[in-house]
Structure formats: C-alpha cells, structure tokens
C-alpha cells in the first residue's frame, strides 16, 4: 500500500463513529454504522463515494470528481489518489459524504460544513437545511 493510500486509510479510520472493513473487490469499505460513505481499491489509489445524484452532479460540475468508473448513472464518483494534493482532494469527497450521512440523524457542526469551502450549489444539494 503506498503512503497516500495508507494515510486516506488512517485518517477516514480515525473518524468519530467509522469503521474499516474488508472491501468485497479489494481494499478498505468505510462505514457508519451499517452504512457505507465510501471505499478505496489499495492498488490503484481508487476511491469510490456514494452521493445523491444530485450532490454528485454538483461536485462533477465543479472539477471536484468524476463520475464512477462504472455506475456512471448512479451518484457514486471515482476519484484516484497519485499526489498528496490528490490526498487532500479525496479526503474531503470522503468527509463530505461522512457529513452528509451524519447529518441525515444528528446535528452537526455548523462551523465544519463552513470550513469545507462548499460551493452552493454543493452545500445546497448535501445540506438543504443550512
């Protein structure tokens, strides 16, 4: 595993409430609680989220992701890690989604969405309520 696949794997791990498990096509699966925000192929540095479609729009429209390698119609995204601005880049998909799922049953921090830097139509999509 390299180092920028072994540091995402450290960092989404370390998450309030996150667990790693064994991903069914290889890698590290993230969940909360029994649901997935998210995995990451070792080898290739591939990480996958699950949006809304409408969330996932938003991000490819602003160059922040692509769409899936596969599921091109659903709202998941691939995003490569090969730098560690490529790091930074996943790690915030990947907060992102952790959010977006947190706040869907507890109130979360107003402050940290601010902090993201989300551009409105983003944060529109993923927090109609802020």
């Known amino acids: 595993m390299n180092q920028f696949v072994q540091a995402f794997v450290d ?3 370390s998450w309030d409430g996150v667990e790693g ?3 069914r096509f290889g890698g590290t699966e993230f969940r909360l609680g029994k ?4 995995h990451i192929h070792h080898g290739k540095g591939m990480v996958d989220i ?3 479609v409408k969330i996932r729009e938003a991000l490819v429209s602003e160059g922040k992701t692509g769409v899936h390698h596969l599921l091109q119609d659903s709202g998941w995204t691939t995003f490569y890690i090969r730098s560690e601005a490529d790091l930074q880049q996943a790690l915030w998909l990947m907060r992102l989604s952790y959010l ?4 869907r049953r507890h109130p ?3 402050d940290e969405i601010k902090a993201m830097n989300l551009a ?3 944060r529109l999509a993923a927090f109609p309520q802020r």
Request: charged share 20%.
């Open 11 to 13: 960092t989404v791990r």
């Open 21 to 23: 498990h064994a991903h």
């Open 100 to 103: 977006h799922k947190v706040s």
């Open 50 to 52: 699950p949006f809304t």
């Open 108 to 110: 979360i921090d107003p």
């Open 120 to 122: 409105d139509a983003v």
């Open 35 to 38: 649901v997935e925000i998210g």
